[in-house]
């Protein structure tokens, strides 16, 4: 059964490894997906995978960081797909760094891409959402809940998503709109891999209580049942999807 057949979804960040599997998962599940991502030929990829698997997508190149562009990409997904059901916020630009190594742009960045994005793209899909009683999903971070070292700036950003996602909730449920949040461990591809070495990738499975790390289909699964009907009276919740590990030190 198709669960979002005959809607449309927005996803930012969507050439990315785990905007991508959302992509994908919603597509195959019968909605109009709008990839949308900074990177074009990371979004023009998401596309034409979402295509060769059968699903119907769009690429759309916008920096969403800047309140008009957001705006602008709202509409015109409205306009050209014929409304908006979903919106996914997964867009996100990352730098691990010490307290005393954060760099004013490296605050700037991610706090644009992170928080100012969000709100300016969340702005922009009130009035679509609100037509179709639509569902927002925020993806945060067990990052924001547990801690961990050298992530002062990302644990702040994905704080923030977390307090956002509370407060829209409260603010724009009388307009039929959900809004929630998933918040991810690491999830397992080549970068992470690369990036942590066997190791270090074997120590975070040893102390995961499912014993596995999670991947991109883990996370669209549950992106699936925020934004389909399966979830209709849930809003303002955070989702850890990481296997329990924010439960074990």
């Known amino acids: 059964m198709n669960r979002l057949s005959g809607k449309v979804a ?8 785990i905007g991508r599997g959302i992509c994908l998962t919603l597509a195959a599940q019968g909605a109009a997906v709008a990839c949308v991502d900074l990177d074009e030929a990371s979004s023009a990829e ?33 306009k050209e797909l014929g409304g908006l059901d979903v919106l996914v916020n997964n867009a996100m630009w990352i730098s691990y760094d010490a307290v005393e190594d954060v760099s004013e742009e490296t605050v700037d960045k991610m706090f644009g891409v992170g928080l100012r994005a969000v709100i300016w793209t969340i702005q922009a899909a009130v009035g679509p ?6 569902s927002i999903i925020n993806v945060a971070s067990v990052a924001a809940i547990r801690g961990t070292e050298k992530r002062i700036v990302y644990c702040t950003v994905k704080g923030g998503l977390n307090a956002m996602t509370v407060q829209c909730a409260v603010e724009l449920g009388p307009r039929g709109i959900r809004v929630n949040a998933i918040a991810p461990g690491l999830v ?3 970068g ?3 990036r942590l070495g066997p190791k270090l990738i074997q120590l975070r499975k040893d102390t995961t209580p499912l014993g596995r790390l999670a991947t991109s289909d883990d996370m669209a699964a549950v992106v699936l049942f925020l934004a389909s009907d399966d979830s209709r009276f849930v809003t303002g919740t955070l989702i850890p999807v990481d296997g329990g590990r924010h439960l074990c030190y």
């Open 10 to 17: 927005f996803v930012t960040g969507a050439g990315g490894v």
């Open 46 to 78: 998401t596309v034409r995978e979402v295509t060769r698997a059968g699903g119907v997508a769009r690429s759309y190149v916008a920096d969403l960081s800047d309140r008009q562009a957001a705006h602008a990409a709202v509409k015109r997904v409205d």
């Open 129 to 134: 959402l609100g037509r179709r009683a639509g």
């Open 188 to 190: 397992l591809h080549a």
């Open 192 to 194: 992470s891999e690369r």
